[in-house]
């Protein structure tokens, strides 16, 4: 079993930048891959960025240039740094964690941008 607990959400104008956090805890050992994926209001849960063990990065193309995503192994974290944030970044963020076994998520973490 892995656990996740995000943090770091809140208000942000637009054009300012917040960074999220993810601390895993458990079974960490046996991830490989470690991302964000975001959901508004009556839209579907979306991949943001994911990081594989081999610190292969995915982006969807809407944060592209905009996020990083990062990890700190040792201390068994995932990082989202979002800059120029737009209105639309708005959503709950959730962490997500992969193993061979199964696929893990967070509570989630609030970001909304607005002036």
């Known amino acids: 079993q892995v656990q996740l607990v995000e943090s770091g959400g809140g208000l942000v104008q637009p054009g300012g930048s917040l960074r999220v956090s993810c601390v895993a805890s458990?079974?960490?050992?046996?991830?490989?891959?470690m991302g964000w994926y975001r959901q508004a209001p009556g839209t579907q849960r979306e991949l943001v960025a994911t990081?594989?063990?081999?610190?292969?990065?995915t982006y969807a193309d809407s944060v592209k240039g905009r996020f990083t995503i990062s990890r700190d192994n040792v201390k068994n974290t995932v990082y989202l740094q979002m800059n120029s944030l737009k209105p639309e970044d708005t959503a709950d963020y959730y962490c997500?964690?992969?193993?061979?076994?199964?696929?893990?998520w967070g509570e989630g973490t609030q970001v909304t941008v607005s002036s």
């Open positions: 997500n964690a992969v193993n061979f076994y199964s696929t893990y």
């Open positions: 458990g079974s960490t050992s046996t991830i490989y891959v």
């Open positions: 990081m594989t063990n081999s610190k292969s990065t």
